[in-house]
Structures are given as structure tokens and as C-alpha cells.
């Protein structure tokens, strides 16, 4: 009887730990603002040291390939190469209702791809990751 | 006595427990068969979400079989007819042996499992949320024979040269290449789907269409995809025209995705030249039309090296242009209004259109790529080339002696 009481108390404890550490890391989250960042800083040659860094990124939502933000919506609209300097592949549940042309703004944490990521990102070296779909705060709606 | 009396209880009980066992077996047998088997009403119901808790299972479905992209069953055949995406939840498609003796258009009742598309399977099932599982013992009945109309080709003009009556046969390449994900547009995908469903309609054959698209993936069951597009795959497939296609054959061929300067862009950061292209296009000698129509930027800068007699060339902008979207990003815009002079209908379905100019029931390539190029609103200047000759021409056609043979070209 006592073990089990005692067991109890040791789940309840851990339970607490765990809440206490969860609402602690959030808290944290939010007392250190993110640092704000261009496109073309966190993909350019300087990318390596925004590694690990949590950024706001501002920029334009497209969703017609992989999810990213472009520094100019025009850029989707012409058959040329985006530069690598032009757009950020967003990691992470990216909101149903966005839309493509949505100016954004994306906080989260700038990363390499790694192995467990889609395949479609194999070829990009920087990413942005989120953690959920309240990363992405709207700025401004595309108009339809 | 007693010893009997005991025999006698052993065997009443032991013929007492096996009656209970045989009777148990088949009722355990018939409820299994009863509850697996689940009638649904609707095709939307074996898709997405909605089909979580029938994966694994047996199935009664009804609807209508088509065969003009992959194997699938559609809850309306007249989603067939137009160049629209059809949704998810319109059609399922068929993983494993085609089902025999079923035309396109028959309306059928399966009974058949319900599963996720498996590592086994084709590649361009794999973003399917679900299939029907087929095995050659599959049952299938039919409800009600096609209606549909008889394919195109069995409708072409047979010539006839000296006695011997030769059938023209229709080829086709269509390939983006669309550099890696990022760059990947929607757009490329809908453009070659697009085509691929109006040559479909106009009867070529699916096994003379050739896709090659960027890393070999189809986006979804509208249209296969052999290759991935890149140099090696797209030699490999000049490589098998150059025997397949007759003196009597046309090669329509769709070039799509980006550009850069006098190159088109591949699969994986690679390009071909457009003197690299025109390489493989010129393996082909032996045909009767050819039909190339170019979308991607700077698309002008390909056809002086692929001018040559018995080709129509079309290019979306000039040597020095980039080249646009549809203001949807659904489709490119020349290609928007190309499709729609080709179908008589918006490839959105926003509306119908009528490029037959000279009111003779059919729209030439001609009158297509005019209606094309007036339509265009985007900064881009389309080209045509037709009497194998340079200069090319832009403006209306006919122009200086570009766009007349083209007039009476059709698809067929």
C-alpha cells in the first residue's frame, strides 16, 4: 500500500517536473525575442552563422512547390531561376490557410536539412524550421 | 459395468464437443465475410481522410473505369472529357493487374481491398492516399457497356500509298525538367498534364506519349511519368523514336519549366543547349509532321537551331525574354491560351473560347498558337517558325512565309 502510494507520488512529481519545464521552455521562448532577419542574410554567404539562431524572417508565402518565403512574389511568376539569396524553404506544419502571396512573417529556427526531412529538401542547405503553424503570423493577406 | 457406464460418458461428451466445434467454424466464417466487406456509396469515401477506417478492408464500390492516364475508377466518366484536375475524391486508382475485357467509359461494380499505395507499386501511385488493390482474381461486373465516343485515332485517314493502306501513327515527348523543388512550379506538372490529356483526346496513344518530368515523380494519378527529365533520359528516348516513328507519323513534341540563355533548364541542376536539343530532335529523319512548341524562358533561342522543313516550331518568347504564368500560377500563360484555343475551353474552366478562325469545325496549330499569342498578356513576344527556313516570325501568322503549312496542321 505504501510502495503504491509512494509511486503515485513519484508519477505526480515527474508529471509536475515535466509541465513546469514545458511552461518554463516556453516562457524562456518568448522572453528572448527572435532576431530579425533579411532572406538574403540567412541564405547568402554568411548563411553558416545564422545556424542555430531563432530569427523573424519577413517575406512573401509560396506554396506552389515547396512551402517557402520569397523575397519577391514576382520571382514565381517568371520562368527563371530563384536565386538561392531569394528564398527560404519553410520546415515545419505550415497553416492550411495561407495563401500563396501572403506577406509573412516566419519565426523559427534557421537549420540545415537533415536526414529525416522530405527528400524534396536535399538540395538546400538552410532552412527555416517551425515549431507550428503560430510561427507564421500574416502581415498582410493576398488579395483575391 | 461401471467401465462402460464411463466409455459411454467420455464419448457422449467428446461427440458433443466436436458438434460444438463444427458448428461454430462456419458461422465464425460467415461473420468474418460479413463484416469485412463494407458497400460504399460514394468513391469519395475510399479517399483522404475519409478512408481511414476502411484501409485494409474488402470493398463494394460502382462507378465508371477509365484507362486514359492510369488505371482508376471515377464516380462521373465526364471528368474524362475535360482538362480539368480532377479532385482526389472523384477518383480511386487501381494498383496490380489491369482488369481484362473493360473499356474506358464502362460502368462496373468491384469488390475489392482497399489499401495504401505499397513500395511495390509504380511511382506514380505513391502520392495517392489510397488504391484499390486488383489481382487477377478480382471480380468485376460490368453494369453498363462505354458510351463514350470512339478514340480518334480509329477515325484518321488511312493513306494509301501504291496498295499498301498505312495507318499514320501520333508520337509524343513532353518534358520539364524544373531544376530541383524549390523551382519546381506547379505550373510545369499542369502544363504537361494539360497536353497529355488533349493528345489522349485526340488519340495518341499512351504508350507513344513519352513523359519525362523533373525527378521522375508524377504529383498525382492524371498522367505518367516515365523518366526523370534529365540529358541521359531524354537521349534515351530520341534514341527509341528514331526506329518507332514512320514516314507517315507525327512527333509532337512539349518543352516546358525554365530557361536560361540558349539552354533548358533539367532535373538535379543540370541543362541541355539548345544545339544539345536540337541533336536529339534531329536523330528523328523518317516522319511526316513534327510539331515543337517551347514554353520556357528564353524559348526563342531554340528554334533557329531546330528549323528544318516538315516542322512547326513555337516558342512562348524571344532569345532574350523571360517567359510568364497564367496570372493563377496554375499554367503558363501561353500555354493557358494555347490550351484553351486546342479544347475550346479556359483550362480552369472559367469559360469557353473559339479559336477557329476560318469556321471550318477545327483548330489548326496556326490559329491555335494566333490565338495563343493575341491572348497573352505578359511582356513576352511568341515566335513561329513552320517553312524551314530562318528568320522565325512574331505577330500574326501567316507572316513572311511562317504559318502557312501550319494552317492545316491539326492534332489530328
Known sequence: MNAGAGLAAALFAGALLCVCCSSGSDAAREAVPPLKAEIAQVRGDSAEQWIGKRVVVEGFYYGETIPMILDDINRAYIDVLMPKESYLPILGPVPDHLKTGDRVAVTGMIDRPGPADSLDLASEKIVIRISDGRDIHILEGVME | ?412
Open chain 2, 1 to 412: 459395468m461401471r467401465k462402460l457406464a464411463v466409455i459411454c460418458t467420455l464419448g457422449a461428451l467428446g461427440a458433443l464437443l466436436a458438434l460444438v466445434v463444427v458448428s461454430q467454424v462456419p458461422t465464425k466464417r460467415m461473420q468474418r465475410k460479413s463484416v469485412k466487406l463494407t458497400k460504399v456509396s460514394r468513391i469519395a469515401q475510399l479517399r483522404g481522410t475519409q478512408a481511414r477506417n476502411l484501409i485494409g478492408k474488402e470493398v463494394q464500390v460502382q462507378g465508371y473505369y477509365y484507362d486514359g492516364s492510369i488505371p482508376m475508377i471515377l464516380d462521373d466518366i465526364k471528368l474524362v472529357e475535360m482538362d480539368k484536375i480532377i479532385p482526389e475524391s472523384r477518383y480511386v486508382p487501381i494498383a496490380g493487374p489491369k482488369p481484362r475485357g473493360l473499356k474506358s467509359g464502362d460502368r462496373v461494380s468491384l469488390t475489392v481491398k482497399l489499401e495504401k499505395p505499397a513500395g511495390g507499386d509504380p511511382v506514380y501511385l505513391r502520392k495517392e492516399s489510397s488504391v484499390l488493390r486488383f489481382t487477377s482474381s478480382t471480380p468485376v461486373k460490368k453494369l453498363q457497356a462505354t458510351r463514350l465516343r470512339l478514340p480518334a485515332v480509329q477515325r484518321h485517314v488511312i493513306k494509301v500509298i501504291g496498295r499498301v493502306r498505312v495507318i499514320p501513327r501520333y508520337h509524343a515527348v513532353l518534358i520539364a525538367g524544373g531544376w530541383d523543388a524549390a523551382n519546381n512550379h506547379v505550373r510545369y506538372w499542369n502544363d504537361l498534364k494539360t497536353m497529355y490529356a488533349i493528345l489522349r483526346n485526340k488519340g495518341y496513344a499512351a504508350s507513344n506519349i513519352h513523359v519525362l518530368y523533373a525527378g521522375g515523380t508524377a504529383r498525382d494519378a492524371s498522367m505518367p511519368v516515365h523518366y526523370a527529365a534529365t540529358s541521359a533520359n531524354i537521349n534515351t528516348v530520341f534514341n527509341q523514336l528514331k526506329t518507332r516513328v514512320k514516314a507517315n507519323d507525327t512527333l509532337y513534341i512539349m518543352l516546358n519549366d525554365h530557361g536560361s540563355s540558349n539552354a533548358l533548364c533539367l532535373w538535379n541542376h543540370t541543362t541541355m543547349s539548345n544545339t544539345g536539343f536540337a541533336a536529339q530532335v534531329n536523330k528523328i529523319t523518317n516522319h511526316d509532321k513534327m510539331i515543337i512548341q517551347m514554353k520556357q524562358c528564353y524559348s526563342g533561342g531554340f528554334t533557329q537551331p531546330l528549323t528544318r522543313t516538315r516542322r512547326s516550331v513555337m516558342a512562348s518568347c524571344s532569345p532574350s525574354q523571360v517567359s510568364w504564368a497564367h496570372s493563377s500560377l496554375q499554367f503558363g500563360e501561353f500555354t493557358y491560351w494555347y490550351f484553351a484555343a486546342l479544347t475550346g475551353t479556359k483550362p480552369d474552366g472559367s469559360g469557353s473560347v473559339n479559336a477557329d478562325a476560318n469556321h471550318n469545325g477545327k483548330v489548326s496549330i496556326t490559329e491555335a498558337y494566333n490565338f495563343a499569342r493575341a491572348h497573352d498578356t505578359r511582356p513576352e513576344t511568341p515566335h513561329f517558325e513552320d517553312n524551314g527556313a530562318s528568320p522565325w516570325h512574331s505577330g500574326a501568322m501567316p507572316s513572311g512565309g511562317d504559318g502557312v503549312r501550319s494552317s492545316s496542321i491539326y492534332l489530328p
